[in-house]
């Protein structure tokens, strides 16, 4: 890890800024929580010996982050101060900066800690505990994979690996690219004309929507949240086909299957998606 950061929307605080400038916030030895997060087991115990597993869910995220707080003299220490009672008082985001540069990141909220050992001086030692809801980091970059709508005006299909069953028709296949080490949610972009869109996930789970989007119209499927809007904020969830499976994307490369029908050369298929990681180093 090179660098963590607390952020909120008006502030951004290095904890490791201290290396950098002499002064500020130091994440001390002694920091919990990075690590694997805790699960919920559950067993079927039956009338023989021991249990068989049914399935894990996995717990918040907890946090200990120890801080070394250095200002120029009294004055600045208590600004530095003044400005973590902030950061903390509400939603934050902490920051974790790895060796290539690539910044990962989880909501989190202080549960508790921000005691300070206080000699007089300009520097002071506290302990923050965070509890984040979701125990992954998330990519702040976005992955993403793109088929049809190119600049040459190209048919989709030319973009697709498959053969067209007609001129208006499209299936082929997608490659994934995870670099996460957990399943990421996909958000599918449709722009039209097209119809009947169909995407199938590498382990053969599918998700429909049997709508139909004119040209200069956009789809956005977004399988966290289970929604299905237009360009225009319509919910268009009711166009689905029945039992849809939002389907996530396994960690490291795989392929999906996609199927457009009417389909033009400004027919496009974007799907995109956020790494999370258990663990950042």
């Known amino acids: 890890m090179t660098s963590l950061l607390l952020e909120t929307e008006r502030d951004v605080l290095d904890l490791a800024g201290q290396a950098m400038t002499g002064f500020g916030y130091q994440a001390t030895a002694g920091m919990t929580g990075r690590g694997l997060p805790a699960v919920d087991v559950q067993w079927l115990s039956g009338a023989g010996d021991g249990a068989r597993w049914r399935g894990q869910r996995v717990q918040p995220r907890d946090l200990d982050i120890p801080l070394d707080i250095l200002g120029r003299n009294r004055s600045h220490l208590s600004e530095l101060v003044s400005r973590l009672a902030q950061a903390v008082a509400g939603e934050c985001q902490l920051v974790l900066v790895d060796d290539q540069g690539v910044r990962w990141s989880t909501s989190v909220y202080r549960t508790g800690g921000g005691d300070l050992t206080d000699d007089g001086g300009t520097s002071l030692q506290t302990v923050i505990s965070f509890r984040a809801p979701d125990p992954y980091f998330v990519a702040s970059s976005v992955s993403t994979q793109s088929v049809g709508g190119d600049p040459g005006k190209k048919p989709f ?10 001129a208006s028709q499209a299936i082929g296949d997608m490659q994934l690219d995870n670099c996460g080490d957990v399943a990421a949610y996909p958000v599918w972009e449709v722009y ?12 053969g789970e599918t998700l429909r929507w049997q709508g139909t989007l004119p040209a200069g119209e956009r789809l956005i499927v977004d399988t966290r949240n289970g929604s299905v809007r237009d ?9 689905l086909a029945a039992a849809p499976r939002f389907w996530t994307v396994p960690p490291g490369t795989s392929t999906a299957s996609v199927s457009l029908l009417d389909t033009t050369a400004d027919s496009r298929i974007v799907c995109s998606w956020r ?4 663990m950042v180093i």
Do not use: E, M, Q
Request: hydrophobic share 35%.
């Open 157 to 166: 299909l030319s973009n697709l690996a498959a053969l067209p069953l007609a």
């Open 231 to 239: 360009g225009k904020n319509a919910n268009r969830y009711a166009d």
């Open 192 to 203: 039209g004309p097209g119809r009947d869109l169909t995407v199938t996930a590498p382990t």
């Open 275 to 278: 790494p999370r990681k258990w």
